[in-house]
């Protein structure tokens, strides 16, 4: 779908008309609650639409931020825990959301791991304009063709007729490539390479908050070779920075590869991806690396003069991850309670709660409270002291669950006198995570607590890992593929039928080829589809 968009003027953005419609829109929860995050995210936000419902501050935490349990309805589970979280909120434009503190949070611990992976292999930050004239797009067949439907245009602009209309930027490879052309006239300013943090816009007629919406959150790297070899080089060395940061930080074990050419991006020689299995089994393509060779190149003209003073085309790649994964955290790792941090991308990584029945207490509880604080604050460790005497230490017991917060300490008169605390664990519900009698000392209290931040880490990433799995299935033919599918699990096997047959399968079982592995199985592999010699097998399913 194109969407014109039009700019109106200053005078009109201030008007009564349109100012006086917002109020009714943007009022607080505790004044009206509105219909279910659900329904929200992907209906037009009016105020006609939004119902007269008093929110009861007094309701139990069960009744006020009740989440539907994933078993029962998975899509539903999700939204709740994006709403109760406070993770994110509905636009008033269809499709478009708002990402609150918390959410955001997330995405900064995202921004702060890659922006220094991205500087250590040699790349800068930078910015590129959000309007793009309409005929850089054009510029490159296959580009135009993949994401006309999705392109907002912009045709009026002052009030007047624009002499030609602008793309509100999708992806970046057109205008970086108008840049590279007046940067680049040498092979002494090769290799070219740098990233930006910006926003994208693609019209999305099916809408999820943060995994598919109208307007999301992204890095996109771009850089320029003299080689082939060299283009390859980097953008599977950026598919293996993505690689690590799900390993290492958000404890999602991808699976690294190859797509298909029907998948491949538009207007790439190849796509490399990391494909991230989900808590109801769907596949979430959580980031990609595409060597795009010399198409945009060609199109745009861009060239250096090479040593032996030849003009040549330069090499490119171009990479990305978006808000997106923040999406693929929440749904790998979370539970029927809610959300549930990995603690290296946690935005707290350990609450306080300090509790105390009289006044007596609550000066000593609070001032122990603030010295464990001090102490792992110290020590790297971002903590949250919750010493909120608005609700019960219950409820903040359960709210703080539901923010998925890794380690929880707990603090009362008998904990000052003895000198200890009570530390509960997110990932083992119950009394089974929960340890009495740890020591206030310095030393002891600080390498609990990171040896617990560690063990969560570790045991996320294994949980998810034995998950994915066990969902995994070997194929041999396309009967035991539909199989496969049909019960919601990932199938793998050997593969080298065409693009039409690809196509078919997608028809038939809504799966698509995730990606050929980079881990290969070794010996003589026969095509499920054709029954002809196959070189790798790949990976379907479907996804997100």
Not at 43 to 52: G, I
Not at 197 to 224: S, Y
Request: with cysteine.
């Amino acid at each position: 779908m194109v969407v014109t968009l039009r700019l109106p003027s200053l005078t009109s953005l201030f008007s009564p008309s349109i100012s006086g419609r917002y109020p009714a829109i943007l009022r607080r929860r505790h004044q009206l609650r509105p219909r279910p995050f659900a329904a929200r995210f992907s209906a037009q936000s009016t105020a006609s639409e939004t119902e007269n419902r008093v929110d009861n501050t007094q309701k139990s935490r069960g009744q006020d931020r009740a989440v539907t349990p994933r078993s029962k309805d998975f899509n539903a589970w999700y939204l709740d825990v994006i709403e109760s979280a406070e993770l994110a909120d509905y636009g008033p434009v269809r499709g478009t959301m708002v990402i609150r503190p918390y959410g955001y949070a997330i995405w900064e611990a995202i921004q702060d791991y890659l922006n220094v992976k991205f500087k250590e292999t040699g790349h800068s930050n930078m910015y590129f304009p959000q309007f793009i004239p309409y005929s850089f797009i054009e510029k490159e067949a296959s580009h135009v063709e993949g994401f006309s439907p999705e392109l907002a245009l912009v045709t009026i602009g002052g009030g007047k007729e624009l002499e030609e209309k602008l793309v509100v930027r999708p992806t970046s490879e057109t205008i970086v490539n108008h840049m590279f052309t007046q940067w680049i006239h040498s092979y002494r300013d090769l290799p070219l390479m740098i990233n930006q943090w910006a926003n994208v816009t693609r019209w999305e007629m099916r809408t999820k908050p943060f995994v598919r919406t109208l307007e999301f959150l992204w890095q996109e790297g771009h850089t320029a070779h003299a080689t082939p070899e060299e283009a390859e080089k980097e953008a599977l060395q950026m598919i293996e920075v993505y690689t690590k940061f799900a390993y290492e930080q958000t404890a999602i074990p991808v699976i690294a590869g190859r797509k298909s050419k029907v998948e491949t991006f538009a207007g790439a020689d190849r796509t490399y991806t990391i494909e991230a299995m989900m808590g109801d089994q769907k596949a979430l393509q959580a980031g990609t690396s595409h060597n795009l060779g010399q198409n945009f190149s060609r199109a745009f003209g861009t060239q250096f003069t090479d040593e032996n003073g030849q003009r040549e085309h330069v090499w490119q790649t171009s990479w990305a991850i978006s808000t997106r994964f923040v999406g693929g955290i929440i749904m790998t790792h979370g539970d029927d309670t809610g959300l549930m941090l990995p603690p290296r991308i946690a935005p707290i990584q350990v609450v306080i709660v300090p509790i105390w029945k009289t006044d007596d207490d609550r000066e000593g509880v609070l001032s122990a409270a603030s010295s464990v604080k001090e102490l792992l604050q110290t020590a790297g460790i971002k903590v949250k002291l919750d010493d909120s005497e608005q609700r019960t230490p219950g409820w903040k017991f359960n709210f703080w669950e539901m923010k998925g917060v890794p380690l929880r300490i707990e603090i009362g008169p008998r904990d000052v006198s003895s000198r200890s605390v009570v530390i509960s664990r997110r990932d083992v519900p119950g009394k089974q995570g929960k340890v009495f009698g740890i020591s206030m000392e310095p030393s002891i209290l600080e390498a609990y607590v990171k040896d617990k931040l560690d063990e969560i880490q570790s045991s996320l990433l294994g949980r998810a890992t034995s998950f994915r799995d066990s969902n995994i299935v070997d194929v041999t033919s396309y009967d035991e593929l539909k199989v496969a599918i049909s019960e919601g699990k990932w199938a793998r096997g050997p593969w080298s039928a065409s693009d039409a047959d690809e196509l078919k399968v997608k028809e038939e079982t809504g799966a698509t080829i995730r990606c050929f592995p980079f881990e290969q199985p070794q010996g003589i592999k026969t095509c499920l589809m054709t029954g002809n010699p196959a070189k790798e097998v790949a990976i379907f399913a479907k996804s997100y």
